[in-house]
């Protein structure tokens, strides 16, 4: 199971703030928190820092890579940013994410083909927002096939079946669990992954209803996951639900985390 | 969802020492705080009492009658027990349960026919364990044809798939959930209900990994379960599973559940 760790995105206030301050003790604690908690990727974004992204974004990558060894996971829709902190990068990142829209597929492809990046794919369009399982399973082969011709291997592209708030979507978690199932055996090879945050927008007890959510997605075969390994019940749920999915072999890793005080 | 509620079992201590002891206010407390927590039926078990288990299932029956209007869940393989039991209840039961054994399906059969009970139906036969998906749905159809020449209709049977310990078997929730989930399709009108303790025998933070398996189950279609209501963290995992499983809609009892103090 993949893990790209979300803490360091300036939508987080504290996150603007430091970026802001220039506070690299802050970003570097980041780092070095999720990378002790079992990250594998390190998501930098700076995207609300509109018109300055960039050198913000560059400012980050840079605290980041002194605190920790990990790949980083670059979150932008911007072909030039990407671009820009590409030549930072000790090794070959994870880009988060392109779409259909063909600004933004033709801009990053390229990129992720000649840096040898994993690349994010949202099920969306310009035309549609998949809501239905037919629809994300549909765009997932769009996407397929657009990265595989821009030279980026099936195995380096992580499909996000996108999943809308359950409060005002009630299939919304359902469309994408079905997806994920169908889009792992129709595409061997490429992977899936999935936010936790849109889920529960607008309802109480979001982090109940985000654990929840992930244990039974890794039970359709999702393999990646953006999250915050810092939080304890959410990391004991992933473990759990690798245990319940038949991806952990007698449990071993399961019995590791809770023999690391992990899963109390 | 139906829940039986599984706190009055003589296989807990507290409960054989209070049937040894006639202590009838003990019955009827766990009869009322599991009312009370959201049960549909009182599960009864003295199996503990070899020899005795009708004298002491009748008292209790009795003890639990006199707490809540619930209909009650008589758990015990013996046809004499339950045939015993029957002409006291005041509302029709479940009985908890039936296998392909011949003496306990022919002896059950006519009592749950005769009766108008729900009967639960384990996927176990005197040949096979049923381990495999493949195995579980193909006792779950002979279960089907027994049952409903039996004259107990259809949407009387609930299917327990039965679950091995995670620990020695891996692939044990898997096959169970994708059962559950073949079942409910082939079967139409058919419930498929689960216990929740075997899955994470002789694992670590148990009731983690049995909430985890129940949130998934219920992805898959389950809509019966065994537990203990009162188990606070279990009972919003169902509550959260049902949301995400699109069986709740706009997630109107997560939230009346969050209200009531239920999911924290």
Redesign the interface.
């Given at each position: 199971m993949l893990i790209a760790a979300e803490r360091i995105n300036s939508s987080r206030k504290r996150v603007a703030q430091a970026i802001e301050a220039q506070d690299g003790e802050f970003i570097r604690n980041e780092a070095r928190i999720q990378t002790e908690a079992g990250a594998d990727y390190i998501d930098v974004n700076a995207g609300a820092f509109v018109g300055n992204e960039l050198e913000c974004l560059k400012w980050v990558v840079e605290m980041v890579q002194a605190a920790t060894k990990l790949p980083l996971s670059i979150d932008s829709p911007d072909p030039a940013v990407i671009e820009g902190v590409l030549p930072l990068l000790k090794r070959p990142p994870m880009i988060n994410s392109i779409t259909l829209e063909p600004a933004r597929l033709n801009g990053i492809l390229p990129l992720a083909a000649a840096h040898g990046a994993k690349v994010i794919g949202l099920c969306q369009s310009e035309e549609i927002m998949a809501e239905s399982t037919d629809d994300k399973v549909r765009l997932a082969g769009q996407l397929v096939e657009s990265v595989t011709r821009a030279g980026v291997p099936l195995n380096n592209l992580y499909i996000d079946p996108l999943v809308y708030p359950?409060?005002t979507h009630?299939?919304a978690?359902?469309a994408a669990?079905e997806a994920i199932e169908r889009i792992m055996k129709e595409y061997a090879g490429v992977h899936t992954i999935c936010g936790l945050t849109n889920?529960s927008y607008g309802?109480?007890?979001r982090r109940?209803?985000n654990r929840?959510?992930l244990?039974?997605a890794i039970?359709r075969g999702l393999d990646a996951v953006i999250l915050d390994p810092t939080d304890a019940p959410l990391f004991?749920?992933l473990k759990?639900?690798l245990?319940?999915?038949?991806r952990?072999?007698?449990?071993m890793d399961?019995?590791a985390a809770?023999r690391a005080g992990r899963?109390?």
């Open positions: 359950l409060a009630p299939q978690a359902m669990m889920i309802l109480p007890e109940l209803i929840t959510f244990a039974a039970s004991a749920a759990a639900g245990a319940v999915a038949a952990d072999d007698y449990s399961y019995i809770f899963l109390g």
